[in-house]
């Protein structure tokens, strides 16, 4: 027998959580093919290692055989809380509005939560307004990271670069200044979490 390739169920197992979090429903064999690039074929008898470990269910959706009734693996709610500025800092998040269900594959171990984007300062990396930026919670980042920072009382999301004397806060978006903490600005700068995964909608 063949030997499966651990890359491709890997991409079957991240396109099935992904659909599941874009659609509220588990993906076609047809939805995996299209957004795979995995001949239809190859991704039947994955699929079917995968029934037969326990992580997947099928189910009847339209008559189509091997649909999903549900995503794999372990999941992790994630709080969501208001909107982080995208251009000049805002008001912090405060308070949770919704708390959502998503696949741990999908953003790797840590406690998270979720900010809504407000600004076009992200924008060159594909962060726009109305994105949910998920953030994993840390107090620390490594430069060039993009961090969700508290700068005194006001909340933003930017890339971190620490300098000796200051910290520099730079936009993805050349339209934008950076932001430099120094002096007394720094004793009330605080990471509240790294960047880790952006949820779209379709514009």
């Not at 308070?95 to 953003?107: A, H, M, N």
């Not at 939560?113 to 594909?126: Q, R, T, V």
């Not at 307004?129 to 994993?136: A, H, N, Q, W």
Request: aromatic content about 8%.
């Amino acid at each position: 027998m063949r030997r499966k390739n651990e890359e491709i169920f890997t991409a079957i197992r991240e396109f099935i959580n992904s659909y599941y979090l874009e659609n509220g429903r588990g993906p076609s064999t047809r939805d995996i093919e299209a957004g795979t690039g995995i001949q239809r074929i190859t991704v039947q008898r994955y699929l079917q290692t995968m029934k037969e470990n326990g992580e997947i269910e099928y189910g009847e959706r339209r008559g189509t055989r091997n649909a999903f009734s549900r995503t794999i693996g372990e999941h992790v709610m994630v709080p969501c809380y208001g909107t982080i500025k995208c251009g000049l800092p805002n008001d912090p998040f405060v308070d949770i509005t919704e708390t959502v269900r998503l696949p741990r594959s999908w953003v790797g171990e840590g406690d998270f939560y979720i900010l809504e984007a407000d600004g076009e300062s992200m924008k060159d990396i594909g962060i726009e307004s109305g994105d949910l930026v998920v953030i994993r919670r840390q107090e620390t980042a490594s430069p060039g990271e993009v961090v969700a920072a508290l700068c005194g009382d006001e909340a933003t999301l930017k890339r971190y670069f620490p300098e000796e004397d200051r910290i520099v806060l730079k936009p993805e978006n050349p339209a934008f200044d950076d932001i430099v903490l120094e002096g007394e600005a720094l004793e009330t700068f605080r990471i509240q979490g790294v960047a880790v995964k952006i949820i779209k909608g379709v514009r």
